[in-house]
Nanobody, 123 residues
């Protein structure tokens, strides 16, 4: 059974940094796309970043230059380094896996999801 467990959420001030991690288990994910989504209060879930098996990445425009996604296939983990955080980054952040080679930004494409971790950025 696939399990994705996020960690690293918390509360920071504007301009601060956080590093989210996601540990995946249940099968191998070497050839899958691993991604991060977020759901701000009162809004729909939105794509944040994705990384494929080859290390290619895709970012939402709102986080480009501030967030960095990385993965460690040997450990079945994916991380999201977030810097220069803004209050509008406040959301529940979800780790997700898409059994595909190509990175897409639509959440129905992703097959497995974690339960999420809260990130709050105070002004």
């Amino acid at each position: 059974q696939v399990q994705l467990v996020e960690s690293g959420g918390g509360t920071v001030h504007t301009g601060g940094s956080l590093r989210l991690s996601c540990a995946a288990s249940g099968r191998t994910f070497d050839t899958d796309v691993m991604g991060w989504f977020r759901q701000p209060p009162g809004h729909e879930r939105e794509f944040v970043a994705g990384i494929n098996w080859n290390g290619d990445t895709l970012y939402a425009d709102s986080v480009k230059g501030r967030f960095t996604i990385s993965r460690d296939n040997a450990k079945n983990t994916v991380a999201l380094q977030m810097s220069s955080l803004k209050p509008e980054d406040t959301a529940v952040y979800y780790c997700a896996v898409d059994r595909s080679f190509d990175i897409v930004s639509t959440f129905p494409s992703y097959d497995d999801w974690g339960k999420g971790t809260q990130v709050t950025v105070s002004s």
